[in-house]
């Protein structure tokens, strides 16, 4: 992303999303993780390309998790990068491949090698 390799696409919903989630309990528990989570998120607001999808996805069974997959859709992503295993248990979507961080990261390596 540094490198412009790769773009982080954000919507003011997916946003929304990050900045509740790192304010949930179970994560307190590490120290000072608001704070870096927060500076972080600032971070990439700075460099995101920011995208409103238009269209209503209706696909996964969390469905409040949609928001990723429309906000893909809308950017021409080639990919989306998470860790939610559970709730994306789709490889892909209209060509959109949903990657592990792992899998991204793995292949991202065998590229530039």
């Given at each position: 992303m540094l490198t412009g390799?790769?773009?982080i696409c954000l919507s003011k919903e997916v946003l929304q999303e990050y900045e509740d989630v790192?304010?949930?309990e179970r994560f307190q528990k590490h120290e000072?993780?608001?704070a870096k989570a927060t500076e972080l998120i600032l971070a990439i607001k700075e460099i995101a390309?920011?995208?409103?999808?238009?269209e209503a996805i209706k696909i996964l069974a969390d469905e409040d998790d949609n928001k990723?997959?429309?906000l893909a859709?809308?950017?021409d992503a080639g990919y989306i990068v998470t860790g939610n295993t559970?709730?994306?248990t789709i490889k892909e979507f209209r060509g959109i491949r949903i990657y592990t961080?792992?899998?991204y990261y793995d292949e991202w390596i065998s590229q530039i090698r």
């Amino acid at each position: 992303m540094l490198t412009g390799e790769a773009k982080i696409c954000l919507s003011k919903e997916v946003l929304q999303e990050y900045e509740d989630v790192v304010q949930r309990e179970r994560f307190q528990k590490h120290e000072n993780f608001s704070a870096k989570a927060t500076e972080l998120i600032l971070a990439i607001k700075e460099i995101a390309l920011w995208v409103e999808p238009k269209e209503a996805i209706k696909i996964l069974a969390d469905e409040d998790d949609n928001k990723f997959i429309e906000l893909a859709v809308e950017a021409d992503a080639g990919y989306i990068v998470t860790g939610n295993t559970n709730d994306f248990t789709i490889k892909e979507f209209r060509g959109i491949r949903i990657y592990t961080p792992k899998e991204y990261y793995d292949e991202w390596i065998s590229q530039i090698r």
